[in-house]
């Protein structure tokens, strides 16, 4: 018989904040809040320039197949490709 183990989230939480190790066990992981930016830009924090860099065109390709969904995505830097991803 072969034995697995599965780890508890709980249990792990749970002791470690006992222990005082939960922010090392636990690292925050960071979040893009598109809310935030938005607001970020409509107080004037980030300006026309910061948001067109962060919102970066997107050349979407077609199934050559014509099939309904789309291949992969390429994101564009004026006119280079920076990479590709699929896309279901």
């Given amino acids: 018989m072969l034995t697995q183990y599965a780890v508890d989230p709980s249990a792990a939480e749970a002791i470690c904040r ?11 992981v960071p979040t893009l809040d ?4 938005h607001a970020l830009y409509r107080e004037g924090t980030l300006t026309d320039s ?4 962060i919102y970066v065109p997107v050349e979407r ?3 050559p197949q014509g099939g309904p969904g789309l291949v992969q995505d390429a994101v564009l830097d004026h006119g280079h490709e920076l990479s590709l991803g699929d896309v279901g």
């Fill in 34 to 37: 598109l809310s935030e930016l």
């Fill in 18 to 28: 006992q222990r005082g190790c939960y922010d090392r066990a636990f690292p925050p």
């Fill in 61 to 63: 390709l077609r199934d």
């Fill in 50 to 53: 910061d948001m067109e860099s």
